[in-house]
Structure formats: structure tokens, C-alpha cells
């Protein structure tokens, strides 16, 4: 059963442009989760995705956007890049119930972002 | 709100030393707890879980138990090897509308031979 494949793996972009990050999770996974992992604040979460609707959003500006598709795969995107973007951008899946039992997830390996 | 904290390292042992990072939380309701390693330029991957009072994850000999009465999911492990050198995170999931893990802050284990 492939894994959770995130593209692409690194980008560097300047500081004022913008990025789009894609996720295919796991087949049968209808949940995708975003999460940012910087050294200085760690593994922030950015939103999650359910059949096309997000559920949550974390505390982050408005420039961070994400979006769902029917199949599942989803893309996030950051407007305006600043330099406190640069992070590791990690992607996750699940099945999405709400059980608590079921919070497990899967996570891809990343997209590591330098803004410079 | 939810809250994670634990040891945040960086944790240096001789391999076959004994392994004990702490993880304390604050939530509503009952969590699952979680603990998560990323090895090196790799994503995160559940280690162990535990979704009630009680409850004993374990896995590749790691060990960890869901205290309520402490609000504590402490990892241990007997004996480390220099494969363990990774980040571990202790995580908790509240579930209800909030579909979302808080992590810890993560901490580095180094095994040296």
C-alpha cells in the first residue's frame, strides 16, 4: 500500500512569491491534515480536510490556504512568502472518523521550503 | 485549550543505556495519546498509542502508559540502539470537532556505540 507522497520535496522561493504544496494520501484516506514543523515553535497545524470541506483551521494568516479534490489529494498554498515561512510542510492522512480512537495518522515525508 | 509538554533534550546515551522521556498533558475529555518518531529527513511515524486510562503501548520495545491521575504518557525504553536516534514527539488527539494531533515540542535522542 504506497504511502502518503507529498511534492515537491524541496523548493526555494523569495521572499513575496508564492507556493503551491500537493498531498496524495493513502488510498481509502479521506482525511488530509497540514502541519508546519519549524525548529523554533516544532509541529504547528495548519487545517484538515474531509470530503472536500475543512473541518479545522489552526492559527495561522490568511495567506496559508488549502484546498481538497474529490479524489482526496489535496494542495496547500502560501501567498506573499516571508521569510518566516521557510519550514518543513507535512502532510498527513487519515481515515478521518471522529472517534478519538481513530486519530492515528500517517504522515508523508515533507516538503522542505527555504524563503529567501 | 489542549496542551503537550515534554523533556525537550537533547538526550545523549550509550547505547544500551535505559531510556525515559516524560510527556505530560492537558486536555478535555478523554485523549488518545500518541508517540511519534521522525528519523532523520523523514516525516513523522506512529511509534505507540494508547486511547484510555490504563492503556500500555508498546512497540520495538518502546513502552509508554496512559496515566490519568497524572495526565502522563512517559516513554520508556530498556535498552536503547544507536538506531533510535531520532526525534520523538508525544502527541494527543481530544477527537469531537477538533480533527487535529497537539504535539509536543519534540525531543532528540542520540544513542552513541
Known amino acids: 500500500k504506497a504511502g502518503v507522497t507529498q511534492t515537491p520535496r524541496y523548493l526555494i522561493k523569495t521572499r513575496g512569491q508564492q507556493v503551491t504544496l500537493s498531498c496524495s494520501p493513502i488510498?481509502?484516506?479521506?482525511?488530509v491534515s497540514w502541519y508546519q514543523q519549524t525548529p523554533g515553535q516544532g509541529l504547528q497545524f495548519l487545517f484538515e480536510?474531509?470530503?472536500?470541506?475543512?473541518?479545522n483551521k489552526g492559527n495561522f494568516p490568511g495567506r496559508f490556504s488549502g484546498r481538497q479534490f474529490s479524489n482526496s489529494r489535496s494542495e496547500m498554498n502560501v501567498s506573499t512568502l516571508e521569510l518566516g515561512d521557510s519550514a518543513l510542510y507535512l502532510c498527513?492522512?487519515?481515515?478521518?472518523?471522529?472517534?478519538?480512537?481513530?486519530?492515528?495518522?500517517?504522515f508523508g515525508e515533507g516538503s522542505r521550503l527555504t524563503v529567501l | 485549550g489542549d496542551s503537550v509538554t515534554q523533556m525537550e533534550g537533547p538526550v545523549t546515551l550509550s547505547e544500551e543505556a535505559f531510556l525515559t522521556i516524560n510527556c505530560t498533558y492537558t486536555?478535555?475529555?478523554?485523549?488518545?495519546l500518541f508517540w511519534y518518531v521522525q528519523y532523520p529527513g523523514e516525516g513523522l511515524q506512529l511509534l505507540l498509542k494508547?486511547?484510555?486510562?490504563?492503556d500500555k503501548g508498546s512497540n520495538k520495545g518502546f513502552e509508554a502508559t496512559y496515566r490519568k491521575e497524572t495526565t502522563s504518557f512517559h516513554l520508556e525504553k530498556g535498552s536503547v540502539q544507536v538506531s533510535d536516534s531520532a526525534v520523538y514527539f508525544c502527541?494527543?488527539?481530544?477527537?469531537?470537532?477538533?480533527?487535529?494531533?497537539?504535539f509536543g515540542k519534540g525531543t532528540l535522542l542520540t544513542v552513541n556505540p
Open positions: 498527513a492522512s487519515s481515515l478521518g472518523h471522529r472517534n478519538p480512537n481513530t486519530g492515528e495518522l500517517f
Open positions: 488510498s481509502g484516506h479521506r482525511s
Open positions: 480536510y474531509f470530503s472536500e470541506t475543512q473541518r
Open positions: 486536555a478535555t475529555g478523554y485523549p488518545s
Open positions: 494508547a486511547t484510555k486510562a490504563d
Open positions: 502527541a494527543l488527539y481530544s477527537g469531537g470537532s477538533n480533527y487535529k494531533l497537539t
